[in-house]
């Protein structure tokens, strides 16, 4: 069984829409496929209309099972989905992996003991990560042979990628598998110039290290996971489907023991040249970029200048940037989290913004972006709320 790990910490880039979708790709090429959900917003059960309410074992019971003395088999609680497709849900009570586990021996091992045992019944895993490096990502990345990292080739998602792929580096100093590490363009929008300079620039930068196949923005998919289909059965005419299977066949197509042994290197040396890359990339990125900023300025900071939130005479004000957005709300601790209540202001080039009069204080919000609540992607300022979702976080001094 080849395992992949789907991760990035990076709220939003696209894991769970291509785990679900190679997964499918993978099935429909008659390999058994096993999708495993580690992040307790359980998005996979949703994206594959697996009724939440009828879970009732999840990859958290599976993981934690030995240590309760109650020990659980994937193949126990696994769902099938379609030929070839099963899929082990996640659960909120993921959010408590880490805190019930502390102090107990290998337990990043846990998810690596549980897939062992099902290693004859499939011939791919995919592990769907939450949009954070803890516990959970590390288990999935002990299990793994192959990390896929999905960029979204927005301006903004190569922010914080070195930064990320660097924590990805530390951790994997505690791993003793060999892991080979791949970057994925996603949601990538041929129609905007930055999106054809930022893809250009990747894969300038990236090279072997990036997948041939890009993940192209296509609304389909987005359908096709609110109906809880992947793509392959709501329009395999589409070219969200088209990117899938050839994903999938890239991925095959480096099956092959040999080649494999050739293209493998310990995960931290990869990862510090992918990481090294994102660095010399958002140099380059920020000549291209036209904006007010000083020539020197980097693009780290010419981005603290226009997105975020920042305190300016006695208000905060919140700037983002989302060009396909029909409606942005931020919905928090100073509106009762009522999103209606705090709409934001289109600006130009898809910005969005509000101006609010917050008194001293700490506050917690979300952005409410067409009716979908998702932390602020230019904060990285956030805590885990009880729905094992990442509330946004900003203090008013
Ligand atoms: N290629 C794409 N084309 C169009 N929409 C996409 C594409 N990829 C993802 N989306 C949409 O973008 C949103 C975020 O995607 P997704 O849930 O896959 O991200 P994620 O990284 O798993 O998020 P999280 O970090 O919260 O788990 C979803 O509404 C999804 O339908
Ligand atoms: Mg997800």
């Not at 091992?109 to 959970?136: F, T």
């Not at 006695?314 to 409606?327: G, T």
Request: with cysteine.
């Amino acid at each position: 069984m080849r395992t992949i790990a789907v991760v990035n910490q990076k709220g939003g880039c696209g894991k769970t829409t291509v785990s679900i979708n190679l997964a499918s790709a993978l099935a429909a090429r008659g390999l058994r496929t096993l999708l495993v959900d580690m992040d307790p917003q359980g998005h996979c059960a949703v994206g594959l209309a697996v009724p939440e309410e009828q879970i009732e074992q999840s990859i958290y019971d599976v993981m934690v099972g030995e240590s309760c003395g109650e020990p659980l088999r994937i193949s126990e609680m696994v769902w099938k989905i379609c030929d070839n497709y099963d899929l082990a849900p996640g659960s909120i009570d993921l959010a408590a992996f880490e805190q019930q586990m502390a102090g107990v021996e290998d337990r990043e091992e846990c998810l690596k003991r549980a897939l062992s045992e099902v290693a004859g019944d499939y011939d791919y895993a995919v592990i769907d990560c939450p949009p954070s490096v803890g516990s959970l990502t590390f288990n999935a990345i002990k299990a793994s042979s192959d990390v896929i990292v999905p960029v979204d080739t927005g301006y903004f998602s190569l922010h914080g990628l070195s930064k990320q792929l660097s924590t990805l580096s530390v951790l994997s100093q505690q791993c003793d598998n060999e892991i080979n590490v791949m970057v994925l363009a996603s949601m990538y929008d041929v129609r905007t110039k930055m999106g054809r300079e930022i893809l250009g620039e990747l894969k300038k930068h990236f090279g072997d290290k990036m997948f041939k196949t890009v993940v192209n923005f296509n609304t389909k998919l987005k359908e096709a996971a609110s109906l809880g289909q992947p793509i392959s059965e709501y329009d395999p005419a589409s070219k969200g489907c088209k990117d899938f299977n050839a994903l999938a066949d890239e991925l095959v197509s480096t099956d092959s023991r040999a080649e494999r042994a050739e293209m493998v290197e310990s995960l931290q040396a990869k990862l510090d040249a992918i990481s090294a890359s994102a660095d010399e990339l958002l140099a380059t990125a920020g000549v291209t970029e036209t904006s007010t900023a000083s020539a020197t300025a980097t693009m780290d900071e010419k981005l603290a200048d226009f997105y975020g939130v920042r305190k300016l005479d006695d208000a905060v004000v919140f700037v983002s940037l989302y060009p396909r957005a029909e409606e942005v709300q931020i919905a928090g601790d100073f509106n009762g989290w009522q999103p209606e209540k705090t709409p934001m202001q289109k600006g130009e080039d898809g910005t969005w913004h509000v101006k609010l009069p917050l008194a001293a204080g700490r506050y917690r919000y979300r952005m409410v972006v067409d009716g979908q609540w998702q932390q602020d992607p230019y904060n990285e300022i956030t805590e885990m709320n009880p729905f094992g979702e990442c509330n946004s976080v900003v203090e008013v001094h």
